[in-house]
């Protein structure tokens, strides 16, 4: 398996452990309610038990819970499960709350359907992905569930967005290329969900980018922290006069055998 880049080293995965971050994690935006009918359809056999890895504050692992007789949630940062925990469905009786890295957390396996969201760029895959094929029921799959949203984040600051993040030059992950070239799953299937649109307001839409490993207040600091603010909120007042931001989102899901090709 081929090494993964060094800009998804575990190093930038700890800031999701900052409190600032954990904060702004709230202001991403959400799945569109389509990509959990499909990850429903993916359930394979009984008991329709899911692991959702690296679940974060939940937002996968939450609308789960209505599918499954149990969902377990493993996330590195106690801070995003204490988040997630006050979430709607966070206290759902049926959503086992897991602080521990994925790699090596204890679990209650067979599970019928595994899950990981953008935090699949951080774990260890030459661990994590022998682990979930063990893990896994036989005939059932890894999904991976990425956002397209437009405009992206990447995109909408233009050549701000480079003057300030703070991750060693991290550039976005392409889920079609990192599978094709680290074998992160033999695809059996892909989906695409409609787009749904998504508005927030420029300081939500500012709040938002806080949440990445690139922008936590903890790293970028006080002084440059506040000037990305200042500097990102001018420009999209420029942009976006009634101080509101527009984003058109989807979700793609792929699924297949981990850790083969």
């Known amino acids: 398996m081929v090494k993964k880049p060094e800009h998804l080293a575990s190093a930038n995965a700890c800031a999701f452990q900052e409190r600032s971050v954990v904060a702004a994690y709230r202001y ?74 994925v790699e090596d957390v204890v679990l209650k396996p067979p599970y019928a359907l595994i899950t990981a969201g953008e935090s699949i760029h951080w774990m260890d895959w030459q661990i994590v992905l022998p682990r979930f094929r063990a893990l896994l029921r036989p005939g059932s799959f890894l999904a991976i569930i990425e956002q397209n949203i437009s405009p992206s984040p990447w995109e909408l600051l233009g050549e701000i967005v480079s003057r300030y993040r703070a991750d060693g030059g991290y550039q976005p992950f392409d889920m079609v290329k990192a599978r094709e070239q680290h074998c992160l799953l033999r695809l059996v299937g892909e989906r695409k969900t409609a787009p749904i649109p998504f508005t927030q307001t420029i300081d939500e839409c500012i709040e938002s980018y806080h949440s990445r490993s690139g922008f936590s207040r903890e790293r970028l600091g006080p002084t440059r922290a506040e000037a990305f603010t200042r500097e990102a909120g001018a420009y999209l007042q420029q942009r976006s006069p009634d101080g509101m931001v527009s984003f058109q989102v989807s979700g793609v899901i792929q699924w297949g055998i981990p850790g083969t090709c």
């Open 28 to 101: 991403r935006p959400p799945y569109p309610a389509e990509t959990f009918a499909i990850l429903a359809d993916l359930v394979r056999g009984e008991p329709r038990t899911i692991l959702d890895a690296g679940c974060g504050t939940g937002n996968i692992a939450r609308r789960l819970v209505g599918h499954a007789e149990r969902v377990d949630a493993v996330a590195l940062s106690l801070s995003m499960i204490e988040e997630g925990k006050q979430l709607p469905e966070g206290d759902h009786p049926r959503l086992c709350w897991l602080h521990g890295r």
